[in-house]
């Protein structure tokens, strides 16, 4: 492992050396990722020089635009851990791939009585969508608990999945505490408890994971894993599911027209094979080949190398943030296991403020609920400030970040 060169990395980015952002910090990345040359050069190139509609055409371009988004897939893949490229599912992100595991197996599977398990963590996008099928099915929702700190005690699990849980689903990392929640253990039981003994499936929201830790869908024990390509340096508009294949050759198709079928006569369907049954349409190829692009880009900086240094600064960050009055960091008192996330208040300014003001100083940060009004409901809080950091971010950045923060109080009329 090596460190990285956070300044140098920097030149990859146009976004910074452009005038209009001269001077912008940039903390806003668990809502999304800055984009690196070398991914709007690979959807330019795909769009100049190999643009067709892919999967169908016999001519030569089309196949290059074929082998092109398959590749991509197959780099998806290897990325996450999956077995077979086949188990990777282009969606627009990861918000759509939950709905599509919602709407396909779950609806499909979940019956009345039947229990499926969020925590009371969950982004929007991995809770609204079992919600709609509990409300649909008759089934029950049910939470397991995360202390102040964001952590679940095993017991939440040990007495919350049972004989009646069809389905769990939880995030790999919080969008507000930033805490890498023990998936694994969660999936070992839910797979051997849940389902009246013949295992709940797990599915996982990896959108805030997969840019910054190492992630390996089969030990993660995951049965369905989503992800965007906005969050980890790729386009916006391109996201994956990851499903075990013998699952995904169980289930109904999502969305239904072109490219998603084998045979079809007035009478009789036929679906293609796994994964383009839940392809409907013309794809983004484009995207793919960028969400490709990002991929190779952060495997060469190292995934490792990206989690460290998200690390030593985020503990820099709170060490700062920790010494200013009136400031009050929520979530685990270990900077390590923040993942780069850094959720606050401050006594007495709304976070809505806190962004303003902050705006005024050239510091991009994200203030309201986050899309997880459950967790701030259970926090006692309506809304929060979120300082996020990635790879191309510098301590010099952080030194800033919290001298600035350090006056918002008095910028906004107190006197302390």
């Excluded at 391109?238 to 079928?261: N, Q, T």
């Excluded at 409907?280 to 190292?302: C, F, K, P």
């Amino acid at each position: 492992m090596t460190s990285l060169n956070a300044n140098e990395l920097r030149k990859d980015f146009p976004l910074f050396t452009q005038e209009e952002n001269k001077g912008l910090i940039y903390f806003d990345n668990a809502a999304t990722s800055q984009r690196p040359l070398c991914v709007t050069e690979a959807v330019s190139r795909f769009y100049l020089h190999d643009n067709a509609n892919p999967m169908r055409g016999l001519y030569g371009l089309s196949v290059r635009a074929t082998e092109a988004y398959e590749n991509a897939r197959k780099k998806v893949a290897d990325f996450i851990g999956a077995a077979d490229s086949s188990e990777i599912i282009f969606t627009r992100n990861a918000s759509e791939s939950l709905n599509l595991v919602a709407y396909t197996w779950a609806m499909a599977n979940v019956n009345e009585g039947d229990e499926i398990v969020v925590t009371a963590m969950e982004h929007h996008s991995n809770f609204l969508p079992w919600k709609m099928v509990c409300d649909a099915k008759k089934a029950n929702c049910v939470f397991l608990e995360c202390q102040d700190d964001g952590v679940i005690p095993p017991s939440e699990w040990q007495t919350k999945i049972t004989e009646k849980t069809k389905l769990v689903a939880l995030c790999h990392v919080s969008n507000v505490f930033g805490i890498t929640n023990p998936v694994k253990e969660i999936a070992s039981y839910a797979h051997k408890t849940g389902n009246g003994g013949k295992g709940a499936l797990v599915v996982v929201d990896g959108a805030q994971s997969t840019p910054h830790i190492k992630v390996d869908v089969k030990e993660l024990e995951a049965d369905f894993f989503a992800l965007s390509g906005h969050k980890l340096c790729g386009p916006m508009g391109i996201g994956a599911l990851y499903g075990k294949k013998d699952i995904l050759e169980k289930m109904p198709p999502f969305l239904r027209g072109g490219e998603m079928i084998e045979y079809v006569t007035r009478g009789i369907v036929t679906y293609a094979e796994v994964p383009h049954k839940f392809e409907a349409g013309t794809v983004n190829a484009a995207g793919a080949v960028g969400l490709a692009a990002a991929i190779d880009y952060l495997s060469q900086i190292g995934i490792e190398n990206i989690e460290e240094n998200d690390n030593r600064l985020a503990s820099l960050l709170i060490e700062k943030m920790k010494a200013i009055p009136h400031v009050h960091i929520i979530g685990h008192p270990d900077p390590v296991k923040h993942c780069g996330i850094v959720t606050f208040t401050i006594d007495g300014v709304h976070p809505h403020d806190i962004a303003s003001i902050l705006d005024s100083e050239r510091i991009a940060i994200r203030a309201g609920h986050h899309c997880a009004q459950p967790l701030m409901q259970k926090l006692g809080v309506g809304s929060t400030a979120r300082a996020s950091l990635y790879f191309y971010n510098t301590e010099e950045e952080v030194n800033v970040f919290a001298e600035k923060l350090s006056n918002v109080r008095k910028w906004a009329g107190f006197k302390d």
